[in-house]
């Protein structure tokens, strides 16, 4: 909750023509990988529709009759994931015969953070239509817990990983919007950082729609 305190902290002893606050709340749909703590093809059970929220301020940069170009920073809670596995364990390269081992896998985490962004907007028939863009300053986390684990003829042992860290990652999207309400989807690109932990988290990237209003 911190990155939320201090950016609604900043604006509150100035002037507020120059801002208002916006808030929203919507679904995360996070992609996943198979292969990356479940096996499609093994017993698994996966949770990556989350509910989201948003709460920040916005502002203009420019603002020309029926067009401009607003700011955005926004507090972004994209919600949890989890995920549960029988998965095969077994040595790709044992011979046919070989006895197959699995492991009970369970995993779950969240990303969380600060999203900037510009956002160019036009007017038409008393809808107002905008493209935004920017970079998503967010903390992931992912925390798995392993049971009979198995390496050869070893015997099986349990295993808990985690990993925690911030990340920064681009984020686009578009909305439509009447007055103070709009529907606004956005496109979060985490696969780059998601590829690189020791770690992964489930997901690779996040799609996010959202029901969002200014104050």
Not at 9 to 35: M, N, R
Not at 42 to 66: C, F, K, N, W
Not at 104 to 122: D, K, Q
Not at 182 to 197: G, I, L, T, W
């Amino acid at each position: 909750m911190k990155p939320l305190l201090l950016l609604l902290a900043l604006p509150v002893a100035a002037h507020a023509s120059w801002f208002e606050y916006e808030a929203g709340a919507g679904l995360t749909s996070y992609e996943t990988e198979d292969g990356r703590w479940y096996q499609q093809r093994m017993q698994h059970d996966l949770t990556t529709i989350a509910p989201e929220y948003s709460v920040g301020i916005t502002g203009a940069i420019v603002s020309r009759g029926a067009g401009g170009v607003d700011w955005h920073a926004d507090y972004v809670n994209l919600g949890r994931a989890s995920s549960s596995c029988q998965c095969d364990t077994s040595d790709s390269d044992y011979a046919a015969h070989a006895t197959r081992h699995t492991a009970l896998f369970a995993g779950s985490g969240r990303a969380l953070g600060v999203s900037l962004t510009v956002e160019p907007y036009r007017w038409y028939a008393g809808l107002r239509y905008g493209f935004e863009a920017g970079a998503y300053v967010y903390r992931s986390s992912w925390s798995e817990q392993v049971q009979g684990w198995t390496v050869s003829d070893a015997p099986p042992q349990n295993l808990s990983l985690s990993a925690t860290g911030w990340r920064v990652a681009p984020v686009a999207g578009v909305s439509v919007g009447e007055g103070k309400w709009s529907v606004n989807y956005r496109h979060y690109f985490m696969r780059f950082n998601s590829a690189r932990q020791n770690v992964p988290p489930l997901w690779n990237d996040a799609d996010v729609l959202e029901i969002k209003r200014r104050f």
